[in-house]
């Protein structure tokens, strides 16, 4: 076949050598004329689809063969749609220019828009939550007011003169006492505190503090290297025992020399400059009850990261995915994500990181994950935290089981002080180390093992949970609970703590949200917290919340009634961890259950518990979808205070999986949730707030009188 050069300018040869022959299959081409070109653009614009009388008739007027007049013609239509689609990308890029150059002249504009009225910027959002915020900037001043003039009295020797009182502006569009709404509030009605926890919600995700980022060619090639090159810094680290690790002589946990590692990983400057920058570094190694693919998969997945870190990983978002991977597995994949780190306590910030997740198959059932900061210049000095190569080496074992290899390393700026109940726990690497992923992962495998097997596993009176479905559905019910919890406690971006009044020199944290998630009823739903140290192992604080015997000596909710547990799912080999369903004896509430699921592992446990109607308990049990069953949970924390055992009350105690954890004493955060009202416009009850502080007071005090604990 021969074909002509296209366009306007030539077009096939004439020749019409023998194809078959393969010493003339190579074509020979010629350029038209000027004469040529002229008459077949002209006719190209009478009619650019000739047929075969007109083709025939152009061929005998020009010289050239039928072939060749169809060929031009082809190429011209071809030539002249390329044409057109070039004019209109550019045209598109134009207004699309246009569009960004008006985009960011509104964004500019928009930050000198000044209010008429009082001189100051718009209202973004209603007066509730504004003043909310005002009230919670004022508290946070107040308490750094505090303690600069403690510091600065003991410097000079006396106390700071305290400020003239400020009077109170009254402000009549606060409506502090907020009617009833027919049971939808919370009654208040003398000191009984006899509170019902109302449903609602407050798992609604966050919102992102995330920034657009552009990301171009060149970032992605930069990305690419280092990833490549934090993965052989991973590996090392793994892999290797002395010079770079050295076990401790106190518990025996891994220790980086910080020494080797600097010369073994020289580096130019750190990323803060500020002198109170710290290195924490772990290592931890373990079984798990999970194939590496499941892992893998899991770990690329954010969402499925989240799901399987609930008490750790706060908020996780892949952003971009640099690279895909080899078709079929996540072998050379790249994402760029954000995710925030949490300590299940209103005390602890959660800690920030925009990093690059890089995973690479080592060989046959042998993966790396890596994960590293990565840097943007204009929200780079947000985040105090900074992760170094940090992730784990998956190995695959027999039956469905995989060794875990895992390293955490971070720099840590400490711009503003750790709150003292947490500075021994943190600063000894257990409240964001290595050993606390590894815990909370296998704890996690043993639950979705539990959640996948067919066979019944459960314990109840005259057989409440029917099926391995009704089981399924439970478990994922609690599960939402627990997630629930966890997000209603974390210090995440979204929400704002303030502290109420002192509790111990402490103090309750409480936040208000809107409850808007779908299935769930709306409303404003108070969340309050606190966190009291215990000199009682973390292990007896979680034997004494999990025995229903012992229930009445701290759950101010339940006006002394005794409970009994109906039904009984193991989820994990440590008979703590489990998920119960309770029934209260002696209560007017005959058709309200309390669902309770609790965790326990090396890094600390859960007590997590929420009171749920019959109707919704027999729909879950039944094995239908609980997605939209309402739930507002309250509950317990327990970690250990990272102090070694000095004798004095506490003792060394046996961990989830028979590893011995030595603990001067607990951190008991005590969380409760209520629902002050079911319309998302309501205002907020001061009452209310009241009650929920005294809720929390009380709880304290008799759990420290239970434990026979000092109340101071």
């Known amino acids: 076949m021969e074909y002509g050069s296209g366009g306007g300018g030539g077009s096939g040869s004439g020749g019409d050598h023998d194809s078959s022959d393969p010493s003339r299959r190579k074509k020979r081409y010629h350029r038209h004329t000027a004469h040529q070109i002229q008459r077949l653009e002209a006719m190209f614009k009478e009619c650019p689809h000739p047929d075969e009388k007109q083709r025939m008739q152009l061929s005998r007027e020009l010289g050239l063969a039928p072939r060749q007049i169809k060929f031009w013609f082809q190429n011209r239509r071809t030539q002249m749609k390329a044409q057109h689609e070039r004019a209109d990308n550019c045209a598109l890029r134009s207004e699309n220019d246009k569009i960004r150059c008006e985009n960011i002249a509104i964004r500019e504009a928009l930050k000198n828009v000044i209010c008429p009225s009082c001189g100051g910027p718009p209202a973004t959002e209603d007066s509730y939550f504004d003043d909310q915020k005002l009230r919670m900037e004022n508290a946070q001043l107040k308490e750094e007011l505090d303690r600069v003039s403690s510091i600065a009295a003991k410097y000079i020797g006396r106390p700071i003169s305290q400020l003239p009182p400020v009077q109170p502006i009254h402000i009549s569009s606060l409506d502090l006492r907020m009617a009833s709404f027919d049971g939808h509030g919370i009654g208040v009605a003398g000191p009984s505190l006899d509170l019902d926890l109302l449903r609602g919600s407050s798992s609604s995700l966050p919102n992102l503090p995330l920034q657009p980022v552009e990301i171009s060619d060149m970032d992605k090639s930069l990305m690419t290297d280092i990833a490549a090159n934090a993965m052989e810094e991973l590996l090392r680290l793994l892999q290797t025992d002395e ?10 946990r891994d220790v980086l020399n910080l020494e080797s ?21 772990s290592r931890d190694s373990g079984v798990v009850i999970m194939n590496g693919l499941a892992l893998v998969d899991m770990f690329m997945d954010s969402n499925k990261w989240v799901e399987i870190f609930p008490t750790i990983v706060s908020v996780a978002k892949t952003i971009e995915v640099i690279s895909s991977g080899m078709l079929g597995s996540h072998n050379g994949s790249l994402q760029l994500m954000y995710e925030e780190l949490q300590v299940l306590s209103p005390f602890v910030p959660t800690r920030e990181f925009y990093i690059l997740r890089y995973c690479r198959q080592i060989d046959q059932g042998l993966w790396a994950i890596v994960n590293v900061s990565y840097d943007f210049p204009q929200i780079s000095s947000q985040c105090q935290s900074h992760r170094l190569p940090s992730g784990c080496l998956i190995q695959d074992m027999p039956n469905g089981y995989s060794k875990v290899t895992w390293v955490e390393h971070v720099e840590v700026e400490d711009k503003t002080p750790i709150h003292r109940l947490y500075r021994d726990l943190i600063h000894s690497g257990l409240a964001f180390g290595a050993e606390r992923w590894l815990s909370t992962l296998q704890r996690m495998c043993e639950r979705f093992a539990c959640l996948m097997v067919s066979g019944s596993a459960t314990r109840d009176l005259g057989g409440v949970i029917p099926s391995p479905d009704g089981k399924r559905s439970m478990m994922k019910l609690a599960q939402r609970m627990v997630n629930n919890f966890c997000t209603s406690i974390s210090t995440s971006n979204s929400h704002r703590w303030t502290t109420l009044s002192g509790l111990n020199e402490v103090g309750v944290r409480v936040t208000v949200h809107k409850s808007s998630d779908p299935g769930q009823p709306n409303g404003v739903v108070l969340s309050a917290a606190t ?39 193991a989820n994990g080999s440590h008979p703590g961890n489990c998920i119960s369903v309770l029934r209260a004896f002696n209560t007017s509430q005959n058709n309200m259950l309390i669902l309770q699921e609790s965790c326990i592992d090396n890094s600390g446990s859960l007590v997590v518990y929420c009171p749920v109607d019959l109707p919704a308990i027999n729909v879950a049990m039944s094995g239908e979808d609980p997605s939209y069953i309402p739930l507002l949970p309250s509950g317990f924390t327990i970690s250990p205070d990272g102090h070694p055992d000095q004798g004095d009350g506490a003792s060394t105690s046996s961990s989830a999986h028979g590893n011995i954890v030595r603990s001067g004493g607990s951190l008991i955060t005590v969380a409760f949730q209520i629902l002050v009202s079911s319309l998302p416009s309501a205002k907020l009850n001061l009452e209310s707030v009241t009650t929920v502080n005294n809720l929390i007071g009380t709880t304290v005090q008799q759990i420290k009188a239970a434990l026979n604990c000092p109340s101071s």
């Open 243 to 252: 010079p770079l690790w050295i076990k401790s002589t106190n518990d025996g």
């Open 261 to 281: 590692y600097g010369r073994i990983f020289p580096r130019t400057n750190t990323h803060f400059k500020s002198p109170n920058v710290r290195i924490e570094a």
């Open 531 to 569: 966190t009291f140290w215990l000199p009682v192992t973390p292990q007896n604080v979680f034997n004494f919340f999990k025995d229903e015997r012992t229930r009445s000596q701290w759950d101010v909710l339940s006006n002394g009634n005794a409970v009994q547990e109906v039904a009984h799912i």
